[in-house]
């Protein structure tokens, strides 16, 4: 007698397979990697080289000689997971902080649980958590738009970039043009007792955010690369519109109040929109399949509690940014919206009213 086999989540009903899904999240990423690429050149290149290929190394690894089990590396899931980690660490991050993140990634934060559709926090934001409590100066040293090309091969010297003589310095970097995201410049201007109006003469404008022109990481770029790439996840039908939506609007219209409340103390909802990892994390981390709700009501409690912890702690934390810890505390929060916002079982309805 043949026996029906069901594996763990991510479960989809239509033609898709998990691969064909994974592949699909991978194109998504590919205008913004694009433009982290345009900005941040070599180093970006070399960041997401090292975070994909390293993923995929511990995963087979782990996989055939801890697991005992048959490397599945072709899913696509392993080369997310690099390029989502990637995305959350600056372009000019040495690469053996990168290879312990893809190490913590995969082997800490996916297979310790027993790989894709058991881990119940999202990967990639695991390790990226990890390195910034573990190395918080290399994690918060941004480099400036345009000045990365020759990080990489630079030799011990000085050179004049943009009119500034920059001594070249360890490890082949320039460790001098770095510069603070525009969500760190806001929190140490509010720490200093600066106000707002203040403030925004020292970051970029709205339009060079909403093409990428500031510092940050990768993901934290080109807000018109991420919409794009959300858009063709819903066109094709790999994520929902609930997660993205709700955790957006529910982030807006919050610093929305504490903006209305004292705008000379509160940024408004389009810088929070537009800088920081809102965009990556509402479209393509928060929508992981495994972490995230089953049901469309789930999908919008689990949003919504995203956005509202992302500015919360954005305007109390200590932190600039909130949105990783927002999701890794959401995902704790899936097993009991799972087992509260059940689907209705087929019939049950119908049964009630027979035994009535």
Excluded: C
């Excluded at 990639?124 to 390195?131: E, M």
């Excluded at 990489?152 to 920059?166: F, H, N, Q, T």
């Excluded at 063709?232 to 939506?245: A, D, E, M, N």
């Excluded at 705008?263 to 965009?279: K, R, W």
Aim: glycine share 10%.
């Amino acid at each position: 007698m043949s026996k029906l086999i069901i594996s763990p989540s991510p479960h989809q009903l239509g033609n898709n397979s998990v691969k064909k899904m994974m592949y699909g999240v991978i194109i998504a990423l590919i205008p913004a990697l694009g433009i982290s690429f345009y900005f941040y050149g070599i180093g970006a290149l070399i960041v997401t080289l090292t975070a994909v290929v390293f993923s995929v190394i511990f995963e087979w690894l782990i996989t055939k000689f801890m697991l005992k089990q048959t490397p599945r590396i072709i899913d696509g899931s392993a080369v997310i997971t690099g390029l989502l980690l990637a995305f959350n660490v600056p372009s000019n991050l040495p690469i053996w902080i990168i290879i312990i993140g893809a190490l913590v990634a995969i082997g800490i934060g996916k297979m310790t649980f027993g790989g894709l559709g058991n881990n119940p926090f999202n990967p990639a934001l695991v390790g990226r958590v990890f390195l910034l409590i573990s190395f918080p100066v290399q994690m918060t040293s941004w480099p400036k738009p345009g000045t990365q090309l020759i990080n990489w091969y630079a030799s011990k010297s000085e050179m004049l970039i943009d009119g500034e003589m920059v001594k070249m310095v360890g490890e082949n970097r320039l460790d001098a043009i770095t510069g603070a995201t525009p969500l760190g410049i806001m929190k140490e201007g509010l720490g200093n007792g600066e106000a707002m109006s203040k403030i925004t003469e020292q970051i970029p404008s709205n339009l060079e955010m909403f093409y990428g022109n500031m510092g940050g990481s990768l993901g934290e770029i080109a807000a018109i690369a991420l919409i794009l790439g959300g858009i063709f996840l819903i066109y094709r039908k790999i994520i929902t519109w609930h997660i993205p939506v709700s955790t957006i609007v529910t982030a807006m219209i919050f610093a929305g109040i504490f903006w209305l409340i004292n705008p000379e103390q509160n940024a408004d909802p389009l810088f929070h929109l537009l800088t920081g990892g809102l965009l990556l994390g509402a479209i393509f981390m928060a929508t992981d399949y495994v972490t995230s709700p089953m049901t469309p009501k789930g999908m919008l409690v689990f949003g919504a509690g995203i956005g509202f912890l992302t500015i919360i702690i954005r305007v109390f934390g200590a932190y600039p940014e909130g949105v990783s810890f927002a999701i890794l505390i959401m995902n704790t929060i899936v097993p009991i919206i799972n087992k509260y916002m059940k689907p209705k079982l087929f019939g049950a309805v119908k049964k009630v009213k027979e035994d009535k």
